[in-house]
């Protein structure tokens, strides 16, 4: 059988879907334009050395003639893709809504499934992309809400000039303690005052991108960015979750 392309395989799987349950063939397409979009920016990062010389190429000479990512590499590379995509780029540069961030992560779990059933890519690997998928349609949703919950407080900082016991930090903080109404952060960040929607949704080990003010012994959020729940740390140095130390 001859060697199909990350386009030719998306093609068959939508087709798949859209004849296993036509009403969603809508959601499926979009969600996999989303990971199109989304290979053809950071997609290089998981193609093997001996490709290099494409994507250098491709990056700074890419025109419409030339093949796009998805139509010059293997659908096997996008397991270890996926996490990213669903985690960290999702959150970052997609603008989509909680919904349709669990609708993505639903799609994507079936294409992990259905790569590891066709033998597409290693169905180790794809069945524990599969699985992550699993964990970010629940997480991921919940994290861009508690991101726009967090962002009000900004407003609530008080005015006053800081004296020399105020301290500001700036930084990615895990969140190490959750109580109704009060997040911690490490670094001995809180309690923060917080809505107790937002206290309900936050879990321990998740990240937040905030800019944090003790001001009169009382810690603010004056900057808040965004709710990762698995944060690339250092590149290729792997992924922090809330199951490691």
Do not use: C
């Not at 799987?13 to 199109?36: M, Q, T």
């Not at 991108?209 to 004056?222: D, E, Q």
């Amino acid at each position: 059988m001859a060697v199909l392309t990350i386009r030719q395989a998306l093609d068959r799987f939508v087709a798949e879907e859209r004849a296993r349950a036509p009403g969603s063939a809508a959601d499926v397409e979009r969600a996999l334009e989303s990971l199109e979009s989304f290979l053809e920016s950071y997609g290089y990062q998981y193609v093997d050395e001996e490709d290099e010389e494409y994507v250098e190429e491709d990056e700074e000479s890419f025109d419409d003639e030339e093949e796009s990512f998805v139509q010059a590499n293997t659908p096997d590379i996008l397991p270890e893709a996926l996490t990213e995509f669903l985690f960290e780029w999702q959150i970052r540069e997609y603008p989509g809504d909680p919904d349709e961030a669990r609708t993505t992560s639903e799609v994507a779990e079936r294409l992990m499934d259905w790569l590891a059933e066709e033998r597409l890519a290693r169905v180790a690997d794809a069945r524990e992309a599969a699985a992550l998928a699993r964990k970010a349609a629940d997480e991921v949703p919940r994290a861009k809400r508690l991101g726009s919950l967090l962002y009000p407080l900004t407003q609530a900082v008080p005015h006053e000039q800081p004296t020399s016991e105020d301290e500001v930090v700036e930084d990615f903080f895990r969140i190490v303690r959750v109580e109704p109404g009060q997040l911690w952060l490490e670094q001995d960040v809180g309690p923060i005052s917080v809505p107790e929607e937002a206290s309900a949704i936050a879990s321990v080990g998740w990240w937040v991108n905030v800019v944090a003010a003790r001001l009169g012994g009382t810690w603010y959020l004056s900057e808040v960015g965004n709710v990762y729940p698995l944060l690339a740390e250092g590149g290729e140095e792997g992924w922090e979750d809330e199951e490691e130390a």
